[in-house]
């Protein structure tokens, strides 16, 4: 089963504002993945972090490896309106496959 | 193609029938997987290969299914008996390394089994 737990689950957002989505654990990683899905697409890779406290941009996108290990965050900043989907975090298992969290969407606000 | 390509996009299957998915990774990508995907949950893990060797096949929820990668490039998930519960989307991903996390993904083939 799943052991990513991700929030919130959903999100609404107005353009311009800036996103903040996270992804905890209970065990230690050493990697931390951040991927998009669009509808009807694959996830694609946003962001991937390799050591505690790591800090990378992608662009509008920052995310950030948890000292503990054991979280990561996600954050957009000034979002458009192409930044709608579901995101997921995801980390490796024992085979290179990948073991993902339940994802975060993100909609436009009515 | 450039990229993972996967076929057929949707397949509708009635319950009981066989279905065969088809997944093309990208020209020189050793490792191969793939995933099902439920509505409203992240991608769970079925299989593994390593060119033409399956070294992973704990995700497979029963033995109804069964995938192959007989020349280690393109790869056939296949589902018998197909079942309510089968319904998800498939999709399958390749890397270039083993153990690389840097897998780049199909667009899936959206499995309806009514």
């Known amino acids: 089963g799943q052991q990513l737990n991700q929030s919130p689950q959903s999100m609404f957002i107005q353009e311009g504002e800036d996103v903040s989505m996270n992804c905890t654990s209970s065990s230690i990683f050493n990697t931390w993945l951040w991927y998009k899905q669009d509808p009807g697409e694959g996830p694609v890779l946003l962001i991937a972090l390799y050591k505690a406290g790591e800090l990378t941009s992608n662009g509008r996108l920052t995310a950030q490896f948890g000292i503990t290990r054991k979280d990561s965050f996600l954050n957009i900043s000034a979002s458009i309106p192409s930044d709608v989907g579901i995101y997921f975090c995801?980390?490796?298992?024992?085979?290179?496959?990948?073991?993902f969290g339940k994802g975060t969407k993100l909609s436009v606000k009515p | 193609g450039a990229g993972v390509s996967q076929s057929p996009r949707y397949k509708v299957a009635k319950r009981g029938q066989d279905v065969a998915l088809r997944c093309d990774p990208i020209s020189g990508h050793v490792s191969l997987f793939w995933y099902q995907q439920a509505l409203g949950q992240g991608p769970e893990f079925l299989t593994y290969f390593q060119n033409e060797a399956q070294l992973d096949k704990s995700g497979l929820p029963s033995d109804r299914f069964f995938a192959e990668r007989p020349e280690g490039s393109v790869s056939t998930l296949k589902i018998q008996r197909t079942q309510q519960e089968d319904s998800a989307v498939y999709l399958c991903?390749?890397?270039?390394?083993?153990?690389?996390?840097?897998?780049?993904f199909g667009q899936g083939t959206r499995l309806t089994v009514v």
């Open positions: 995801a980390k490796p298992g024992s085979q290179g496959n990948l073991i």
């Open positions: 991903a390749s890397s270039l390394a083993p153990l690389n996390t840097e897998a780049f």
